[in-house]
């Protein structure tokens, strides 16, 4: 690897550029003309969208390069159990902001302390499958050695952390085409393994990490993305009669 052309040969160079990083406007922002209004306190409250952030977390690992932190979420879970993610949640009343969600997250998940981390910028907004907009924070863990893990057991089996290139690279790579909202986009699937742990980065992580990793190294991917924007004004409308319990409450 060539440091003189990796991000993380200068973290100070690379968190002065990622402050300059303004992501593209969020589709996904509620809007008074698009979201149902309830004409009826009886009806129940009707179909909204919410909100979350996570934290693509990042250190410069023992061989200079960028490496993101991830989890495994707990096996108890009742939704994406025993899958990989990054660290982050649901927005809560009191937070300031997305980074305020995603640093909140952290420390509740791994004991992140947010002492320990400079927010450097959020991403493009993505849409989960049950319609969660969901914010990428973009943080700098300039001391990797300062921080402890402390698990949460009942959301986090695990923290390891990747390489964030893997995800712009053709290699320990799959993929699958699906549909949704009318629309067909790329599922990605990527195996990493340490000694005898094998680890799956799929879906809407695996979405987050390569466009993160695509803003951080400056380049695209080594293979078609194939990314869709869904409308998800269309689908408010078309689901406002629905009460928000039928909807799936969790990331």
Not at 16 to 29: E, G, K, Q, V
Not at 96 to 120: C, F, N, Q, W, Y
Not at 193 to 215: C, D, F, M, P
Request: proline share 6%.
């Amino acid at each position: 690897m060539d440091l003189e052309k990796d991000p993380g040969a200068d973290m100070e160079a690379l968190l002065r550029r990622l402050r300059l990083h303004r992501a593209a406007p969020s589709p996904y922002d509620p809007s008074p003309a698009v979201t149902p209004a309830r004409t009826n306190a009886s009806d129940g409250e009707l179909f909204r969208t919410r909100r979350a952030a996570v934290l693509v977390c990042l250190f410069r690992g023992a061989g200079g390069e960028l490496r993101v932190i991830l989890t495994k979420r707990a096996y108890t879970l009742s939704t994406h159990s025993g899958e990989v993610a990054l660290p982050g949640g649901k927005t809560e009343e009191g937070d300031a902001d997305d980074a305020a969600t995603a640093l909140r997250e952290s420390k509740e998940e791994i004991g992140l302390d947010p002492a320990l981390v400079t927010v450097a910028t959020s991403l493009e907004h993505f849409l989960s499958k049950h319609l969660l907009v969901v914010v990428p924070v973009v943080g700098i863990l300039s001391d990797i050695q300062a921080f402890n893990p402390l698990l949460n057991a009942s959301e986090v089996d695990e923290i390891f952390d990747v390489p964030l290139e893997m995800f712009l690279k053709d290699e320990n790579r799959t993929s699958e085409d699906r549909e949704k909202m009318g629309q067909t986009f790329t599922v990605h699937y990527f195996t990493y393994e340490k000694g005898n742990q094998k680890y799956i980065i799929w879906g809407l992580t695996a979405r987050i990490l390569i466009h993160a990793a695509s803003v951080i190294y400056e380049r695209p991917p080594a293979f078609p993305e194939r990314r869709v924007q869904f409308n998800l004004a269309k689908y408010q409308n078309e689901y406002s009669s629905v009460p928000l319990g039928s909807v799936p409450a969790r990331h």
